[in-house]
């Protein structure tokens, strides 16, 4: 109908004026009316998985919102909502880990650092940064991995393990859709959790995880502002270990 296709072109044209826009940390007015306009034309389309896909896709960017706006509540119930969506498809559940991380960062932002901390190590499984917990592996098996990752980072820019890494010019975030995506999210679950574990003072933990995130954004791109809020993060884990000491 008229009235179908009236809509389709709405939502199309928003979603190409929100190009970019999929990692943005506090949207505003006019970007955040455009996620919502998809959002409802997304959940009103029907039960099949493009239209699955997308509403998880603007769920998740308005739950961002959320969060900037510190606002966890209402983050918590939209990624609820959205891990209702991926329940019914399985070809969704590698979503499960964007929505968990997420609902961990707003119980880090309200202080239930018990909760936080499971559902961030459960996002780091689901996304398969990690086999299990955390919690579950030593000190020694934590620096165990770094050192073997090091080794293959040596071995990559020697030439010898891969391709060379290439500085990137720019920072772009990687869209919804990028295969990049995925080492995203897992560096936002690692940066919370180092946050988390700095603050219940699991100084080995904390290093693990700040170092996994500064990989995981060198990665990406040498231009990602992830990396150098690793440093800082790491020289801030440095800081308490030797006051620790």
């Known amino acids: ?4 296709s009236g809509k389709a072109n709405r939502a199309s044209k928003a979603a190409q004026m929100l190009q970019g826009l999929d990692d943005s940390a506090g949207l505003s007015s006019f970007a955040l009316e455009l996620v919502q306009e998809l959002l ?7 039960s099949e998985l493009l239209c699955l896909e997308q509403s998880v896709r603007y769920l998740c960017v308005t739950c961002d919102h959320s969060l900037s706006s510190f606002a966890p509540e209402e983050a918590t119930r939209l990624c609820r909502q959205a891990l209702g969506l991926i329940e019914g498809e399985p070809r969704l559940r590698p979503k499960i880990g964007f929505c968990m991380r997420r609902i961990g960062t707003a119980e880090l932002l309200r202080s239930r650092l018990p909760e936080a901390r499971t559902s961030l190590q459960e996002s780091l499984v689901a996304m398969q940064g990690e086999k299990g917990p955390l919690d579950s592996r030593t000190a020694k098996s934590l620096h165990a991995t770094l050192r073997w990752q090091s080794l293959r980072t040596y071995l990559r820019v020697s030439g010898l393990w891969g391709k060379r890494d290439r500085a990137a010019a720019k920072w772009v975030p990687p869209e919804w859709d990028d295969p990049g995506r995925l080492q995203l999210e897992l560096l936002h679950a690692y940066e919370a959790l180092a946050r988390l574990y700095l603050l219940q003072q699991d100084i080995d933990r904390a290093h693990y995880c700040a170092q996994k995130m500064r990989r995981l954004g060198r990665r990406l791109s040498r231009a990602c502002p992830s990396v150098r809020d690793a440093d800082v993060l790491l020289a801030t884990i440095a800081a308490a270990n030797r006051t620790a000491s």
């Open 1 to 4: 109908t008229s009235g179908t």
């Open 40 to 46: 409802r034309h997304w959940m009103s389309a029907g």
